[in-house]
């Protein structure tokens, strides 16, 4: 029993610091912005598709493109935040959902026209290591040490450089920073182009160890809902906790009651933090 | 009760009216078909408009009540051997009381948390309905083939079906009329546009906003018992689509959110130019991406969707259209 | 943005509304067409257009659609090809009936995108379109559930294939008719052949992907060993689409059984393999559905080596003329190997077993119509309910009760294990059972 609850525990956390990545991008979105970025899963696989691509035609290892999806994947997200955000950004917030909502169509429909919906796999050598009850896998190992090098880099851009400064500045009060001669669009679309870059680098670390389609992003949109509700809607560092308090509460689950009664507590306790405490667990910054 | 002033009124009640007639007048399979999934748009698109439209709140798990509606009428049929009629009224109920205990709790939520909140309301269901033994857990449930026989042979369980697919959809859009035309309607678009405002002046919000969502529930409920009769079968994965969620929202949008005759148009021009480009050779393959590029359209150049957009254009139309 | 865009804009897309609205109008005049005398109750079936003496040839359309995208891609495109050989080859001849009329067959298809609702309205519009004589199902249990409602609402005979769940025939069904062994049956071999091997294993952990087909088999698989005194010591399920198997893998340690069962589809099953592989999981026997038969099987590397997979037929199969006439059933079709050597030639690589059952639902359907003599629903049916033949794909009857009728009760699986050969190449051997066996099981797995 404990040894289980050990190697359960230890895959549920690795695997939280890539949720928690994946989720940082939904949560800076909305602090920022106050958008419900539903482009995001769709984005994710965008970054595993462009490591698999890199991988499979160029024989680049997926370590090595990260730094190339990140840079791609900024830029994507300039051009969506410009093309079909910027124009709602002040609407009714179902204008946004449904805007990025079609760009997530347009993603999956142009993805399923060009890569079919076969299953496809990243396939590195992975190494392992024994300890104990519990295995680590290289590939897990990695990612994690990546996620958490990207979450300190981002704290450090939000916390130390001008434009992570306007972006906060933006993010607590949108006029005000205007009148402080901050350019919204710029910054607005800065932090679209990060939360998009987060999304895109997640997909890639997890195209490393599972298997995806066009369509895999669905199931990770809705984990990334519940994580940042756990860790607090618009709490970029908070949403890395959220990630992993769910990767455990993965692990944790399965050794008491069978898998498939996981999602069923994930949900409602998803809908009753929303009820009881909005803000989330950690609450709002 | 003035809704029937409008020409509005007769103008959208004529058209479902029009669409169900073709269909017993030509007596054809496929056309019915066609028909029943555009009507059964049609209808989860209005009931949902009494929540979003009239009311502002934005309802991703509008989907949780079409399969839990289904899921509950499937298993009357098919466990205790009710009759589809009393089936269809128990589903509806099922999710207007799903929808009332709900209410009371997340209508207290504004904004993106209350979209959020249905979001999980809809996968809580359908998980705990994949672990769920009566209901089938993951593989469901179907219906003897002989269960069609009361019904005079499965060929005429189909007419059936359509008839009253056809009913509930005139029925909707009659309710979806008088609400916006009440007092009820009016505290509903009060709160839309200010619920503070409107909760300071003595509108009974809370109330006024369950209600609202019971009757959007109800509908879907029925309209899911419908659906599943007439599939045989029913599995979770197939009745809490969160996709089809959106894709009502869309509808709804399309034509235009809080008019009666906007959800109508807007739901049968989706199922039609979704099936359009399915079917077209050219399109096949870009189908999804193309719908959301006209989606992306609508929501950046015309928010107001055709009927709102048309009534901003034509200051004439104003009286025509509601 | 200027108003005479907008106004631009919002014109064409009207345009483009009333484009899709006419455009979807033209197949209205079918509409005004009187209508397809829709079936009577299911016991008394439509008559199908019956052929007219007076022409010579008479063309049957056979409908079905089949998955071009979307999670049944893979196994559903070997079906359609070997439909595809079988059309090719019955059509160099046609069917000769009794009045002289020469059979052609002609195959309407559309891809239901691995999605129940586009099957179901894709099967209407195949029965009332494309007026179609006969059916054949789509692959995968769950997509040929849906399709055979509509097959029996019109009153149209569905041979069905890579449909394996019992629970589609045990639904009052009389036009439906299963190829395939039914799930029941698809992992008690794998029981027997553990049991073979080795007599002291005690333990099954049961893992399986919660769909129709796979719950199906599980379940009976599981009461199935349980009668033969195995320890279930886990039993559970995931949802189709899993990806990330680490709590089960832990599970498993956790439980430490002799052998694993279970699995679901193609992409969840080498997943599944694959994450064991990793985990170094220590377990001397691991049979899994569906997955292991698959060539694509193999590019799992190390991982597939010595999974064992049950398979409704395999190339090395031992069906002949001369088995049929010793077991005293009627032999039908070409050869085993002449099936491989044609599907080759036209394919470039060997078929597995979906492209062999797809091959059996023509061959089947062929066979049904020589023996009625006649492309009447009902007398084709007769003919169905009588069948009990050995063709290349194995023995094939019909349950002909009024609880599970339709239900396939001839055909036996093999199971086939992943084996090395002298270069070192991952190949896949006959395992099971020990009369058709082409290799000696690899017992226990060495990890």
Request: with cysteine.
């Amino acid at each position: 029993m404990t040894e289980q609850l050990l190697a359960s525990l230890t895959d549920g956390l690795l695997l939280g610091f890539v949720y928690g990545l994946a989720s940082m991008g939904l949560s800076l979105i909305w602090g920022v912005m106050r958008v419900i970025n539903l482009a995001h899963g769709a984005t994710m696989v965008l970054g595993m598709f462009a490591t698999y691509l890199l991988f499979s035609t160029f024989g680049i290892h997926p370590y090595v493109a990260l730094p190339i999806i990140v840079v791609l994947s900024l830029l994507f997200g300039f051009l969506v935040y410009a093309t079909a955000v910027h124009r709602v950004i002040n609407a009714p917030y179902l204008s946004t959902l449904l805007a990025t909502f079609a760009v997530n169509m347009m993603i999956i429909g142009i993805g399923t026209a060009v890569f079919t919906t076969t299953p496809r796999n990243v396939d590195i050598p992975v190494g392992r290591i024994q300890a104990g009850p519990v295995t680590l896998l290289s590939t897990r190992l990695v990612a994690t040490l990546i996620a958490v090098i990207v979450t300190a880099g981002l704290y450090l851009l939000l916390y130390r450089t001008r434009p992570g400064k306007a972006i906060r500045a933006v993010a607590n009060n949108r006029a005000a920073a205007r009148l402080m001669g901050i350019s919204a669009f710029r910054t607005l679309a800065l932090s679209f182009g990060l939360g998009t870059m987060l999304a895109a680098a997640a997909g890639a670390l997890i195209a490393t160890f599972f298997p995806f389609t066009i369509l895999s992003g669905a199931g990770y949109q809705t984990k990334g809902f519940v994580i940042c509700v756990l860790g607090g809607l618009g709490n970029p560092t908070g949403a890395l906790i959220g990630g992993l308090i769910l990767g455990a509460l993965e692990g944790i689950i399965p050794v008491f009651m069978a898998v498939n009664w996981v999602p069923v507590i994930e949900f409602v306790l998803f809908v009753l933090i929303l009820l009881v405490k909005p803000s989330g667990l950690l609450g709002a910054r | 009760m003035k809704a029937w002033r409008y020409p509005a009124f007769w103008l959208t009640l004529g058209l479902v009216a029009a669409a169900g007639a073709v269909v017993f007048a030509t007596r054809s399979a496929t056309l019915r078909e066609e028909m029943f999934l555009l009507l059964m748009f049609v209808t989860l698109a209005s009931s949902l408009n009494i929540l979003l439209g009239f009311t502002g709140y934005v309802n991703f798990g509008h989907i949780v009540f079409f399969g839990l509606g289904g899921y509950v009428g499937f298993y009357l049929m098919s466990q205790h051997g009710w009759p589809l009629w009393w089936a269809t009224l128990a589903g509806g109920l099922a999710s207007a009381l799903l929808a009332w205990v709900l209410g009371a709790a997340t209508l207290r939520l504004r904004g993106a948390y209350f979209a959020l909140a249905t979001i999980g309301v809809n996968e809580a269901v359908r998980a705990f309905v994949n672990n769920f033994r009566p209901f089938g857990g993951p593989t469901g449930m179907s219906l003897n083939f002989a269960v069609y026989r009361q019904y005079g042979g499965p060929a005429n369980a189909l007419w059936w079906t359509f008839g009253a697919m056809f009913g509930l959809t005139l029925l909707v859009i009659l309710i979806s009329y008088l609400v916006k035309f009440s007092r009820f309607g009016l505290g509903l678009m009060s709160i839309r546009e200010d619920e503070d405002a409107a909760m300071v002046l003595g509108v009974r919000t809370p109330n006024l906003k369950t209600w609202a969502f019971v009757l959007s529930a109800l509908f879907p409920g029925m309209v899911g018992v419908l659906f599943f009769f007439k599939n045989g079968n029913v599995e979770p994965g197939d009745a809490f689509r969160l996709q089809m969620s959106i894709e009502i929202i869309v509808m709804v949008m399309l034509g235009g959110s809080g008019t009666v005759l906007g959800p109508a148009i807007g739901s049968a021009a989706y199922e039609r130019l979704r099936g359009y480009l399915l079917t077209s050779p050219i399109f096949k393959n870009l189908h999804l991406a193309l719908a959301g590029f006209l989606l992306l359209i609508i929501v950046l150049f015309v928010p107001a969707g055709l009927v709102g957009w048309l009534r901003n254009r034509l200051p004439k139309l104003r009286r025509v259209l509601e | 943005m200027t108003r005479a865009f907008r106004v631009i804009l919002v014109l064409s897309m009207l345009a483009a509304l009333a484009l899709s609205g006419c455009a979807k109008a033209t197949p209205a005049p079918t509409a005004t067409q009187p209508p397809k005398p829709t079936s009577p109750p299911a016991a008394q079936p439509t008559v199908a257009p019956t052929p007219k003496p007076t022409p010579v040839t008479k063309t049957v359309v056979i409908g079905f659609t089949s998955s071009k995208t979307g999670s049944q891609e893979v196994p559903s495109t070997g079906q359609t090809r070997g439909l595809e050989l079988w059309l090719e080859q019955v059509n160099a001849k046609g069917v000769t009936l009794p009045d002289g009329t020469i059979v052609k067959f002609e195959f309407k298809t559309y891809d239901d995108e691995s999605n129940k609702e586009r099957v179901q309205q894709l099967y209407t519009k195949l029965i009332n379109d494309d007026k179609t004589n006969f059916l054949i199902s789509p692959y995968s249990s769950g997509l040929t559930d849906a399709a055979a409602v509509i097959a029996e609402q019109y009153g149209q005979i569905m041979i069905t294939t890579g449909a394996a769940s019992d629970a589609t025939y045990k639904k009052g069904y009389q036009l439906v008719f299963q190829l395939y062994t039914p799930a029941s049956r698809y992992l008690t071999g794998a029981v027997d052949l553990l049991a073979k091997l080795d007599p002291t294993a005690k333990k099954i952990a049961i893992v399986h992907e919660n769909d129709k087909f796979s719950t199906d088999v599980v379940n009976a698989a599981k009461a199935y060993a349980e009668s033969k005194g195995y320890e279930i010591v886990l039993f559970e399920g995931y949802d189709s689409g899993t990806t990330d198997f680490a709590p089960f893998i832990n599970k498993i340690i956790g439980a430490a059984p002799d052998a694993i069962m279970g699995g679901g589809h193609f992409a969840d099953g080498s997943t599944f393999a694959k994450q064991m592989y990793e985990k170094q999981v220590k377990v001397k026997f691991i049979a899994l559905l569906v997955a292991p038969p698959e060539l694509k099987f193999a590019d799992i590397g190390e991982a597939a080596f010595g999974i064992i997979g049950p398979s409704q037929w395999e190339p090395q199969a031992a069906y002949s003329e001369a088995s049929a006439k010793a077991a005293g059933i009627q032999w039908y079709g070409p050869s085993v190997a002449d099936f491989v050597n044609a599907y080759n030639a036209k394919y470039g690589e060997n078929p597995a077993y979906h492209a062999a059952g797809g091959y059996a639902a023509g061959l089947i359907l062929q066979k049904a119509i020589e023996d009625a003599g006649s492309l009447d629903t009902a007398k084709v049916k007769a003919a169905l309910d009588a069948m009990d033949v050995l063709t290349c794909y194995g023995h094939v009857k019909f349950d002909t009760s009024a609880e599970a009728h339709g239900l396939q009760v001839a055909h036996e699986m093999v199971y086939i294990q992943w084996q090395k050969d002298a270069s070192g190449k991952l190949v896949k051997q006959v395992v099971w059972p020990a009369e058709g066996k082409s290799a000696d099981a690899i017992y226990p797995l060495s990890r």
